[in-house]
């Protein structure tokens, strides 16, 4: 019989005796946030589109091996103790696909069935975050001026930078992807390393939200398109540290 493991807030299944037949990994894709009005005397509905997409709920149907001594009670407990000990999102990793990390958590009751003396089953519900994260994009790359990131992933991604610091000044960075240049200044930056969480969209030091400091076309913080993405500052001498955060859906 094949099976698979998974890992999630860095500790392995197979911990806990949880193997998972590789026929039930599978995933939805995720729905496209949309509102639809009905409007009145109008035939079909018109649509209000998000640009943005809701989380993914997977059960993950597992067989538990019951490790003697311990008793099936015990081993649920240590298992509980796992998924629910931790309030808030986690790294969810599988080893059927050995190259992404999800971002989950698990929150909702389960139960483990007993089967034989030291066998038993579970289904355990994850709520999963639209995307799931190439593992060759959570590494930090220093970026010099004229650099190239090439994202090999067919959906934007939206980096973390960080920014070293340099005394108050301004700061400039322009992305090219081919197509557009997208520039995006920060104005009066503090003589402190500035971090820019593309994700959350925030922009902060140690002690301080430099969010409003940003300008860019309508507001919209740093992404990067799929394919060649050219990297240049408003001066030459800047260097940035950026972890891409190459992503794809779940």
């Given at each position: 019989?094949?099976?698979?493991?998974?890992?999630?807030?860095?500790?392995?299944?197979?911990?806990?005796?949880?193997?998972?037949?590789?026929?039930?990994?599978?995933?939805?894709?995720?729905?496209?946030?949309?509102?639809?009005?009905?409007?009145?005397?109008?035939?079909?509905?018109?649509?209000?589109?998000?640009?943005?997409?809701?989380?993914?709920?997977?059960?993950?149907?597992?067989?538990?091996?019951?490790?003697?001594?311990?008793?099936?009670?015990?081993?649920?407990?240590?298992?509980?103790?796992?998924?629910?000990?931790?309030?808030?999102?986690?790294?969810?990793?599988?080893?059927?696909?050995?190259?992404?990390?999800?971002?989950?958590?698990?929150?909702?009751?389960?139960?483990?069935?007993?089967?034989?003396?030291?066998?038993?089953?579970?289904?355990?519900?994850?709520?999963?975050?639209?995307?799931?994260?190439n593992l060759e994009g959570e590494t930090a790359r220093t970026v010099t001026h004229g650099d190239v990131l090439f994202n090999p992933e067919g959906r934007e991604a939206k980096p973390m930078i960080k920014i070293p610091a340099g005394g108050v000044r301004d700061f400039k960075l322009v992305i090219n992807n081919g197509v557009t240049s997208r520039i995006y200044t920060l104005a009066g930056l503090p003589n402190k390393a500035v971090t820019m969480d593309c994700e959350r969209e925030e922009i902060y030091t140690d002690s301080e939200n430099l969010s409003l400091k940003m300008t860019s076309y309508r507001g919209q913080y740093p992404t990067l398109s799929p394919g060649k993405n050219t990297i240049t500052f408003g001066n030459s001498s800047d260097t940035v540290e950026i972890i891409p955060k190459w992503r794809a859906f779940v």
């Open positions: 019989m094949s099976v698979n493991y998974f890992t999630y807030n860095g500790r392995s299944s197979l911990e806990f005796g949880l193997l998972i037949l590789a026929w039930t990994v599978r995933f939805p894709t995720p729905e496209r946030k949309i509102e639809w009005v009905e409007v009145p005397g109008r035939d079909g509905s018109l649509t209000i589109d998000e640009g943005a997409y809701r989380d993914v709920e997977k059960t993950i149907s597992c067989k538990m091996q019951i490790e003697y001594p311990k008793t099936i009670d015990e081993q649920a407990k240590e298992l509980s103790e796992w998924l629910h000990g931790q309030v808030g999102w986690g790294p969810l990793w599988f080893s059927s696909d050995p190259d992404y990390l999800y971002q989950a958590i698990c929150y909702a009751s389960y139960e483990v069935e007993k089967e034989l003396a030291v066998l038993g089953a579970v289904e355990l519900p994850f709520t999963m975050r639209p995307y799931k994260y």
